[in-house]
């Protein structure tokens, strides 16, 4: 008999215990948002205090999340759709329906992006500054936003029989598989992955405000997009509800691209020697 690990640490089958957290006559409050809205002010307050020790004015950052909220959830929700077009086609009404999951981190990478860099230049700061400030509170807050999927039963992976294998109730599993009762928590390790690369970025910011490393303004970013990038193309062969573009997985793709992006960008910092200024610590000591 295999013994699931969360009965073993908790005393209880590792199964969700659904989508919905409580209802109130027409007010329904759910995991995923909740988990969604408390990565967001988790990730404002970690960015601020970044800001100060960088000498940035962290109301810039407030500002920021606004616009980075506006890019990036619409963004994310559209690549999923557009990705998975002939299921919603059929049923456009649940198109905003984005409190049932469906969104796309590489979406929301894209247009939170997109809406940073036009932030910059309306600000006049550099978008590699805001970046680096970004980077870790974006990770932390994948790291806690993946645990909608646990509550959705969704995004997880192949049948398995491993000790932390993770429950799916017959309504959420695939027709193919429906005789099989136990997945690969395919968010949990996409969870853990992005906590380890938060501990990365966030002490090699602490670190280089001392200058040991000596670390140019970009490089948290750059390592951000490498290091979630290399996990998420292991993790991404896992799945069975990729996103597809014919036999390819578009994960796995935009994940090799943007390691491939990360590794010209360091290079570009580094061996071109281009003006960007070294990370300056503040004198504050808070």
């Not at 295999?2 to 199964?15: A, H, K, M, R």
């Not at 409050?29 to 988990?35: I, Q, V």
Request: charged content about 10%; overall charge positive.
């Amino acid at each position: 008999m295999v013994l699931d690990i969360s009965t073993l640490l908790l005393g209880f089958q590792f199964t969700s215990p659904g989508p919905i957290i409580v209802e109130i006559g027409p007010i329904t409050l759910r995991w995923y948002g909740l988990l969604i809205a408390t990565a967001v002010l988790i990730g404002v307050s970690l960015s601020q205090y970044l800001a100060k020790r960088r000498n940035v004015n962290p109301e810039l950052i407030s500002d920021l999340s606004i616009w980075l909220v506006i890019g990036a959830i619409p963004a994310a929700r559209l690549y999923y759709v557009l990705f998975q077009w002939s299921e919603y086609s059929q049923q456009p009404g649940r198109i905003i329906a984005i409190w049932q999951g469906g969104i796309a981190i590489h979406g929301a990478m894209i247009g939170g992006t997109l809406a940073a860099l036009i932030f910059a230049k309306v600000n006049q700061i550099s978008f590699w500054q805001l970046a680096d400030l970004v980077s870790p509170a974006l990770i932390l807050g994948q790291a806690i936003g993946r645990w909608g999927n646990f509550f959705n039963s969704e995004a997880f992976g192949r049948p398995t029989d491993l000790p932390w294998k993770l429950y799916i109730p017959p309504v959420n599993r695939p027709p193919a598989l429906a005789n099989f009762e136990y997945f690969h928590p395919t968010f949990l390790y996409e969870s853990l992955w992005n906590f380890i690369v938060f501990a990365l970025l966030i002490t090699l910011f602490f670190r280089s405000l001392s200058g040991k490393p000596r670390l140019r303004v970009g490089t948290l970013f750059l390592t951000y997009l490498m290091a979630y990038s290399c996990g998420r193309v292991w993790i991404e062969g896992f799945r069975i509800d990729s996103l597809m573009l014919g036999p390819l997985r578009i994960a796995q793709v935009v994940s090799l691209s943007g390691i491939l992006i990360g590794l010209a960008g360091l290079g570009w910092l580094y061996l071109m020697k281009r003006p960007l200024p070294d990370v300056v610590a503040s004198p504050q000591t808070d």
